[in-house]
């Protein structure tokens, strides 16, 4: 059974950091890429990143380029998002969620429970 | 990047009645890379459709996807208790994945 579990959110003040991790288990975590989908408590669902399955190529949305870093160790099933300079709007709950390849497109067809980032002052 | 819309944005039937979600893309999504997912309060996104019309892994087929280009639909027949949540749509065919607001789906 695929599970991915997802930690590391809490409340940060604006612009901290926090650093979110994601474990995989329950499949081949090497032949997935990963990404990372947020949710604001009761709103709609934002891509946040991504990462193919070597770590090689990644993708950011506009939102958060030049301030998250999506990354992940092979070796250890471990699926990270480093969030620096936060602001409010960030405030979401942080989804995990394997990748299935269509050749250049990647859709999610699992995702973990998520973890709670609160930027507040 | 492309925007998605969904109508309506609630749908309240029957159990037994057939539910039609409507999907709407700004510009044509690159070979139909649309997919769907259900959310149910307090659980994550489960994948319910990809590729336009393709059913995932345990999805029941009451469900149904169609439409291309810019024009998808998600159809549920004989809906069920279980059906109720909300469902969003996704586009993957462009480096900026995006969903639209979702529609939600109420069980009289």
């Known amino acids: 059974e695929v599970q991915l579990v997802e930690s590391g959110g809490g409340v940060v003040r604006p612009g901290g950091s926090l650093r979110l991790s994601c474990a995989a288990s329950?499949?081949?975590?090497?032949?997935?890429?990963m990404s990372w989908v947020r949710q604001v408590p009761g709103k709609g669902l934002e891509w946040v990143s991504g990462i193919n399955w070597n770590g090689v190529s990644t993708g950011y949305a506009d939102s958060v380029k030049g301030r998250f870093t999506i990354s992940r160790d092979n070796a250890k099933n471990s699926l990270s998002l480093q969030m620096n300079s936060l602001r409010a709007e960030d405030t979401a709950l942080y989804h995990c969620a394997r990748e299935v390849s269509t050749g250049w497109a990647y859709y999610s067809d699992h995702w973990g429970q998520g973890t709670l980032v609160t930027v507040s002052s | 990047e492309i925007v998605l819309t969904q109508s309506p944005g609630t749908l309240s039937l029957s159990p037994g009645e057939r539910a039609t979600l409507s999907c709407r893309a700004s510009?044509?999504?690159?070979?139909?890379?649309l997919a769907w997912y259900q959310q149910k309060p307090g659980q994550a996104p489960r994948l319910v459709i990809y590729?336009?019309?393709s059913r995932a892994t345990g999805i029941p087929e009451r469900f149904s996807g169609g439409g291309s280009g810019t024009d998808f639909t998600l159809s549920i027949n004989r809906l069920e208790p279980e059906d109720c949540a909300v469902y969003y749509c996704?586009?993957?065919?462009?480096?900026?994945?995006?969903f639209g607001p979702g529609t939600k789906v109420d069980i009289k």
């Open positions: 590729g336009a019309s």
């Open positions: 996704q586009q993957y065919g462009s480096s900026r994945r995006t």
């Open positions: 510009q044509s999504v690159s070979n139909n890379y």
């Open positions: 329950g499949f081949t975590f090497d032949d997935h890429g």
